[in-house]
């Protein structure tokens, strides 16, 4: 069996001469929760709908559960939660899970079993007759949300599952992320939240412009882009010989010294190991010298750059 | 039950099951039992109403023929016994006595006056002014009598005796009429001409309803994004296709409620007629002679209509989000159906002609048309199967087109599309 849960390979998609998706290669493994991140309009969203076979890509191929998108037996192991939340508003809410159900395959009494489950854990029970529009926003949401996990799929899909959600059904969606992890379940989510993405993705892949701009499991990434952020903490302030190598722009870029840790970023050519000698040279007195391991929404404002903020990014939005 | 099943079953329980379908259902048989019983309520409580005697005859003519009037005007088809004022007077003082009964009516004391003098006696003119000089059934009638009036004078005074000439200008002529098919005589013509119409706005009805239906049901998904949880779990082409199917089906339903419960209201109408004071064996437009081939062929164009129109409205819906741009979107194709029903009036009149069957041969008009000259005339095999086979081609092309609008038009939010922009999908998708 494949280990990959999706294997997207050199996909290109374009709308009215507009690039939303470039030369796009990724691989989710098997049981992981992999992150989607990037700014909006990157085209997380179309990247998404490709794997879904709601649109088809100009070039490229796309596998999931090892075998080719579209195929029906694989579709209706995908549960999939919409960016934009969809459902219809004048049924009553067991009869449109029971139509997401049986549209994925279900018989009639799994299907009723399994929403009889969801409901009670999500304090819907007494609601089940009511319409869809008579219910409040979050449990809209929730409802949603069962008939994405309704069949059981083993891939699931959720398009910024966070937007929207208040504090306490964000928790509960992180602990069925981690839930459903457990129980070897792949998870895609995308978002432009790195916080969450931090927390609990296992890979996660940058976007930005329709371009991929890194992948790979989060602490690799983290590992990859370390070694130009230092912490340095000295024990009587900085000495005149101290701060003349912090001025020294073939060392340092930046410094921020907004904490009682200096921040440093290294210049280009500079390495960690002559700051170190050179401040040592210095006689300063060194409490704490460490290379950073930057957080993901670091990274991200490094890699992605100011044209990700200007477009929406934000990395605690 | 695969995808297609699920979707059907949605889109026709979800429809059948709404307030407003019980209300239109219970509504339908109604109305169409209603029309019938009350035309022929209406027909036998007011032939000719009582105005017609209510009114002075002002007779200048010297002779009796006033009083000939006055005596038949009463005598019409409602038996009104109240008679009609006379007032002889000579001929110089007509003027005087027009001006009186000018006032009278202007007073609403009468409904109108009539004038009679030599013109009148000469056969060549007589002067009526009334309230209801536009009630075509009272002047007609009034025209009659005089008619009939000034033909017994002019008898009497050839010397013919008043009685013979009652008996000999009594006509009471009925013109029986019935069909012909290729099996010989079959149904009344008027019966199959009414039911035939009535068919013809039956369906006319049902393709703008549940066409408005479609539009309605597409737009309101994409607008609430279910379209997009439901494309992900199966192909678009089937979303479609269970749409039109379930929609179709919701139809066929209500159609078949109306039919058997109409045809229950005319099983019943003895008592209902009795009830309303009308006779039993008035003639309620009955289908007469529609076989069962007739019958199949009948609902075979229908439905290939209705789901040509219907992927039409389908493919209408999918360009747009809001109820309003649905509205204005879904015109043209309205439009198509409304010049369609322009043609209800010329090919009822004159079902065999070349106007009627070219309209019933293109595809737009064709679901309306033929069903209505199948009602009033024995069509061609030929021209059937021709029919059949334009509407089976036009469906593909529909459908064809409909699904790609479709597939592309549920994913495209924003502002509402332009023509190009939909002609562009259906080359991309």
């Known amino acids: 069996m494949n280990d990959l849960a999706v294997d997207i390979r050199g996909v290109q998609k374009g709308f009215d001469g507009h690039t939303a998706v470039k030369d796009l290669s990724l691989a989710v493994p098997r049981g992981s929760v992999y992150g989607l991140l990037g700014p909006n309009g990157a085209g997380k969203t179309t990247t998404i709908r490709m794997i879904l076979n709601v649109i088809v890509p100009d070039q490229g191929t796309i596998s999931v559960l090892g075998r080719p998108n579209g195929d029906t037996a694989v579709t209706d192991r995908i549960g999939y939660l919409p960016e934009e939340r969809g459902l219809y508003r004048k049924m009553r809410v067991r009869r449109v899970l029971r139509f997401l159900g049986e549209l994925k395959g279900m018989n009639r009494r799994d299907v009723d079993r399994r929403i009889d489950e969801w409901l009670a854990r999500l304090n819907l029970t007494e609601w089940d007759e009511k319409k869809v529009d008579e219910l409040s926003r979050g449990m809209q949401q929730k409802v949603q949300f069962i008939g994405t996990l309704l069949h059981d799929p083993e891939l699931v899909i959720l398009d910024e599952p966070f937007s929207g959600l208040d504090p306490i059904n964000a928790q509960a969606l992180n602990d069925t992320v981690l839930e459903l992890r457990q129980r070897g379940r792949t998870v895609i989510f995308s978002t432009h939240l790195m916080d969450n993405a931090e927390r609990l993705c296992d890979s996660v892949c940058i976007i930005a412009k329709g371009t991929k701009v890194l992948d790979g499991p989060v602490a690799q990434v983290r590992a990859e882009n370390a070694g130009r952020t230092i912490a340095l903490a000295l024990m009587n302030g900085t000495s005149e010989a101290v701060s003349k190598i912090l001025a020294d722009k073939t060392l340092i870029d930046r410094v921020d010294n907004s904490n009682k840790t200096l921040e440093l970023e290294l210049a280009a050519n500079a390495s960690a190991k002559r700051l170190l000698e050179q401040l040592v040279g210095a006689g300063a007195d060194i409490t704490r010298f460490e290379i950073v391991q930057p957080s993901l929404h670091k990274i991200f404002l490094q890699r992605v750059g100011a044209v990700g903020v200007a477009e929406g990014m934000s990395g605690h939005g | 039950m695969g995808k297609l099943g699920v979707v059907i079953r949605r ?52 002779t009796g023929l006033g009083k000939r009037i006055v005596d038949n005007l009463g005598a019409g088809v409602s038996m009104d016994t109240s008679k009609a004022t006379l007032e002889a007077v000579p001929r110089d003082q007509l003027d005087s006595a027009e001006a009186r009964a000018l006032t009278d009516v202007m007073h609403a004391k009468y409904e109108g006056y009539l004038v009679l003098d030599a013109a009148t006696l000469a056969g060549t003119a007589a002067v009526y002014n009334g309230r209801n000089a536009s009630a075509l059934q009272d002047i007609d009638h009034v025209r009659d009598v005089v008619r009939d009036a000034v033909l017994t004078e002019r008898l009497v005074s050839a010397g013919l005796d008043p009685a013979q000439i009652r008996s000999l200008t009594k006509v009471p002529l009925q013109l029986h009429t019935e069909r012909v098919t290729e099996h010989g005589l079959g149904g009344t013509g008027m019966s199959g001409a009414l039911f035939g119409y009535m068919v013809a706005i039956l369906l006319y009805i049902t393709i703008v309803v549940y066409g408005q239906s479609i539009v309605r049901g597409v737009s ?3 607008a609430s994004r279910v379209s997009e949880v439901v494309v992900a779990s199966a192909p678009p082409d089937t979303l479609l296709a269970g749409k039109i199917l379930g929609v179709g089906g919701v139809a066929i339903t209500q159609q078949l409620i109306w039919v058997f419960a109409s045809a229950a209201i005319v099983f019943f109408r003895a008592p209902i007629l009795r009830a309303l004071g009308a006779s039993e064996t008035a003639n309620i437009p009955l289908p007469g002679s529609i076989s069962v081939a007739g019958g199949i062929e009948l609902v075979l164009i229908f439905l290939l209509g209705f789901f040509f129109y219907a992927a039409l409205f389908a493919a209408i819906g999918a360009t747009v989000e809001s109820q309003e741009d649905a509205q204005q979107a879904s015109l043209p194709v309205t439009m198509l159906l409304v010049l369609s029903v322009m043609f209800v009036g010329p090919v009822f009149l004159a079902p065999t002609s070349m106007l009627s069957r070219v309209v019933s041969w293109i595809p737009f008009s064709a679901p309306i048309m033929m069903p209505l000259r199948l009602s009033l005339i024995q069509v061609p095999l030929i021209e059937i199967i021709g029919t059949i086979a334009g509407l089976a081609i036009a469906n593909l092309i529909a459908i064809w087109f409909a699904a790609r609008v479709y597939r592309v038009g549920i994913l495209m939010y924003g502002k509402r599309r332009s023509f190009g922009e939909i002609i562009r999908w259906v080359r991309i998708s």
């Open chain 2, 220 to 222: 309101d998904e994409k």
């Open chain 2, 11 to 62: 889109e026709y329980l979800e429809r059948v099951r709404s307030r407003w379908f019980a209300f239109a259902t219970i509504l339908g048989p109604l109305f169409f039992g209603g029309v019938s019983i009350g035309q022929i309520v209406l027909a036998s409580h007011a032939a000719v109403s009582a105005d017609a005697s209510h009114i002075i005859v002002i007779d200048a003519t010297g």
